[in-house]
């Protein structure tokens, strides 16, 4: 079981960086695999970026390639997501997310997690 508290968002001009945190609590952080998602009004849920907690494989969606840069740092049990070159399109609220290893599911679909933050609210002005 996990828990996972955000934080990060606010209000940037295009061009500008963010940094979003996702502080994690509980046992057995190592058997989760981590993510970011996102939701823009009327859309829905989409993938960002996921990690292994332990480990050092990243994923990221083609629309975030070469801007975000997905992190954690294991001795705070601490998530990031580094924003940068942002754009009016990255506009959303962001969620952080957990999954089970080795459970058969991927990486990209939200109803692959189990465990969600609150999520943060980013707007990205023109």
């Known amino acids: 079981q996990v828990q996972l508290v955000e934080s990060g968002g606010g209000l940037v001009q295009a061009g500008g960086s963010l940094r979003l945190s996702c502080a994690a609590s509980?046992?057995?952080?190592?058997?989760?695999?981590m993510g970011w998602f996102r939701q823009a009004p009327g859309k829905e849920r989409e993938f960002v970026a996921s990690?292994?907690?332990?480990?050092?494989?990243?994923y990221y969606a083609d629309s975030v390639k070469g801007r975000f840069t997905i992190s954690r740092d294991n001795a705070k049990n601490t998530l990031y997501l580094q924003m940068n070159s942002l754009i009016p399109e990255d506009t959303a609220v962001y969620y952080c997310?957990?999954?089970?290893?080795?459970?058969?599911?991927?990486?990209?679909?939200?109803?692959?997690?189990?465990?969600w933050g609150q999520g943060t609210q980013v707007t990205v002005s023109g």
């Open positions: 997310a957990a999954k089970r290893r080795l459970d058969g599911s991927d990486y990209y679909t939200p109803h692959s997690y189990g465990w």
């Open positions: 509980g046992r057995a952080f190592s058997n989760y695999d």
């Open positions: 990690t292994s907690w332990g480990g050092g494989t990243t």
